[in-house]
Structures are given as C-alpha cells and as structure tokens.
T-cell receptor, first 116, second 112 residues
Framework: NAGVTQTPKFQVLKTGQSMTLQCAQDMNHEYMSWYRQDPGMGLRLIHYSVGAGITDQGEVPNGYNVSRSTTEDFPLRLLSAAPSQTSVYFC???????????????FGPGTRLTVL | KQEVTQIPAALSVPEGENLVLNCSFTDSAIYNLQWFRQDPGKGLTSLLLIQSSQREQTSGRLNASLDKSSGRSTLYIAASQPGDSATYLCAVRRFGDYKLSFGAGTTVTVRA
C-alpha cells in the first residue's frame, strides 16, 4: 500500500498561471479532501468528496476546483494562481464503517506551492 | 463554529521527562478526536484516534484522554526522547460532518 500520494512535492508558479495538484490513494477510501496549511492558521479544508462523482466545498474553496471521476484520484485545480495561494497543500482520505461513521484520516506528504 | 485550541504553542523538555499536551474544543458534539504528529517539512502522521464514546486510547508510550463534556483532550508521551521532537496537532470531527477542525499545534523539542 502506497497510502496517499501527492505530486508534485514542490511547485513555483507565476501569478495568473493555472495548475493541477494530483492526489491518489490505493486504500479504496470513499472520502477524500484537500487542506491547506498556513503558518499560524492551522489546516483549513478547501474541498472534499464523499465518493466518485460527488464533491463539496469546505471553508476556503475560492480559487480552487475539484473533481472525483474515480475512487482513487482527487485532483485540485488552481484556476488563476494568486500569491495568497502560496501554502502547503495536503490531501487526505478516510474510510467509512457503518452507516454514519467517519474514521481515521490519512494524509499525504504535501505539495509546497509558491506563487510569485 | 468549532474552535480548537492547543496550549502551549511550544514546549522544550529534557530527555526522559513526560510530555503533556493539551487540546480544547468549543463544541462538545464531536464524533471523534485525532492526534497527529508533523515533522518539519513533512506530512501528518496519525498517532491516536479517540471515538466520542471512549475516555482514552493508548499506543506504546502514547496515551490520549478525552473529556467530551469539558471539551478537552490530553496527549501524554512517557519518557520523552529526542526523536519525539515534532509538532503535535489535534483535530476534531463533529457528528454527521466530514470536516476535521484542527488546532494550531504544539511544537515540542526534547533536549538530549
């Protein structure tokens, strides 16, 4: 099991450029999510998905798009990068047991993004 | 809105001392609470998960307690080692919610 993988590890963009951060998991988890981590602000939820074809917004969704065409993959797209999007991005996944049980979340290694 | 607070923000102890890390949350209607470790420049590693019906969880030198009614969890690390130096984050999940609400973390330094 590779767990949760993210690519790239590092990325530098210019303002206005677009890019896609990749996230994949091989644990057959239904739930996947994207967080950003900024100094002094902790981790904040950007978007999440409860299964293939289903996505929803988190706390800070503006400027980001997601899609979930397969169980394994959950890419995050930056439409037009801004310096305020300089951050560390983490993808996480979780399995469900029972009718409404959301259990332990597993995190990827992160993508460190700088927008100039 | 769930607010999660971790105090202190930083802690420095000599090797061998027991560590006590605190986490408090404002909304007691939680489903579970998870403790993570984060090394500099790395991702989050899950340490312990406590369900709302549990009072504590143990794994090796780690013990986490949960007092839901008072909105508190404590992570104990026995006989600390320099390798325990890291940032420790707690996160809570509400009933019926997928989102984790994170504290800002406690950065621990264990001096050899």
């Amino acid at each position: 099991n590779a767990g949760v993988t993210q690519t790239p590890k590092f990325q530098v963009l210019k303002t206005g450029q677009s890019m896609t951060l990749q996230c994949a998991q091989d644990m057959n988890h239904e739930y996947m999510s994207w967080y950003r981590q900024d100094p002094g602000m902790g981790l904040r939820l950007i978007h999440y998905s409860v299964g293939a074809g289903i996505t929803d917004q988190g706390e800070v969704p503006n400027g980001y798009n997601v899609s979930r065409s397969t169980t394994e993959d959950f890419p995050l797209r930056l439409l037009s990068a801004a310096p305020s999007q300089t951050s560390v991005y983490f993808c996480a996944s979780s399995y469900q047991t029972g009718s409404s049980s959301y259990n332990e979340q597993f995190f990827g290694p992160g993508t460190r993004l700088t927008v100039l | 809105k769930q607010e999660v607070t971790q105090i202190p923000a930083a802690l420095s102890v000599p090797e061998g001392e027991n560590l006590v890390l605190n986490c408090s949350f404002t909304d007691s209607a939680i489903y579970n609470l998870q403790w993570f470790r984060q090394d500099p420049g790395k991702g989050l590693t899950s340490l312990l998960l406590i369900q709302s019906s549990q009072r504590e969880q143990t794994s090796g030198r780690l013990n986490a307690s949960l007092d839901k009614s008072s909105g508190r969890s404590t992570l104990y690390i026995a006989a600390s080692q320099p390798g325990d130096s890291a940032t420790y984050l707690c996160a809570v999940r509400r009933f019926g919610d997928y989102k984790l609400s994170f504290g800002a973390g406690t950065t621990v330094t264990v001096r050899a």
